[in-house]
Nanobody, 123 residues
Framework: QMQPVESGGGLVQAGGSLRLSCAVSGRFFGSFAMGWFRQAPGKEREFVAA????????YYADSVKGRFTISRDNAKNTAYLQMNSLKPEDTAVYYCAAGWVATMTSGREYEYWGQGTQVTVSS
């Protein structure tokens, strides 16, 4: 079972940094991608960032461009989300998603989801 396991959430002051990790078991090929999505209280889930496992293409939501960086360690089957210059509006539960997708920004296409990790940014 390809169950993503997230870690790295927590409480940080505005302007601070956090790094989220997402480990997935299995062998990846083709259009396999890993993405990060988030959901704040009372809001819909939104796309944050994603990376294609083969080739390494990346996509970011406009709201996090220049502040967040997604990367991957192929040997560890782990994707990371480095979050810098955090803002209170980044507060949300962050979910890692994995799967063979055509559109990396579409949450509907990801088959596997982690349990989520809370990120809280205080002002």
């Amino acid at each position: 079972q390809m169950q993503p396991v997230e870690s790295g959430g927590g409480l940080v002051q505005a302007g601070g940094s956090l790094r989220l990790s997402c480990a997935v078991s299995g062998r990846f090929f083709g259009s396999f991608a890993m993405g990060w999505f988030r959901q704040a209280p009372g809001k819909e889930r939104e796309f944050v960032a994603a990376t294609r496992w083969s080739g390494g293409s990346t996509y970011y939501a406009d709201s996090v461009k220049g502040r967040f960086t997604i990367s991957r360690d192929n040997a560890k089957n782990t994707a990371y989300l480095q979050m810098n210059s955090l803002k209170p509006e980044d507060t949300a539960v962050y979910y890692c998603a994995a799967g063979w997708v055509a559109t990396m920004t579409s949450g509907r296409e990801y088959e596997y989801w982690g349990q989520g990790t809370q990120v809280t940014v205080s002002s």
